[in-house]
């Protein structure tokens, strides 16, 4: 079982940056590829971001591809998300959410999930 906790969003004008951090509990995050997703009112969640169990391998969105970096921390159990450039469009709930194995783009492959954090950009 693994518990997953967001944190990090907030207000912030277009152009702006922010980082999301999410920690999980539990001794085996290292064997867990991760994942963050965003949920716009009223639309489906989307991938944003994924990153391999040992962070060697990454892949985005080509939404947020050149503006947002996803990375971890075994050692300390905490992925990260960092927001650069952000739009108006990127307005949100992000969530992270875990894996065994590989690291994937379907919302459907992932088997734990955090509450979410709002991530709202005014222009």
């Known amino acids: 079982q693994v518990q997953l906790v967001e944190s990090g969003g907030g207000l912030v004008q277009a152009g702006g940056s922010l980082r999301l951090s999410c920690a999980a509990s539990?001794?085996?995050?290292?064997?867990?590829?991760m994942g963050w997703f965003r949920q716009a009112p009223g639309k489906e969640r989307k991938f944003v971001a994924t990153?391999?169990?040992?962070?060697?391998?990454?892949f985005y969105a080509d939404s947020v591809k050149g503006r947002f970096t996803i990375s971890r921390d075994n050692a300390k159990n905490t992925v990260y998300l960092q927001m650069n450039s952000l739009k108006p469009e990127d307005t949100a709930v992000y969530s992270c959410?875990?894996?065994?194995?590989?690291?994937?783009?379907?919302?459907?492959?992932?088997?734990?999930w955090g509450q979410g954090t709002q991530v709202t950009v005014s222009s």
């Open positions: 990153i391999s169990s040992s962070g060697g391998y990454a």
């Open positions: 959410a875990a894996r065994s194995g590989s690291y994937s783009l379907s919302v459907y492959d992932y088997d734990y």
């Open positions: 539990g001794r085996t995050f290292r064997n867990y590829a």
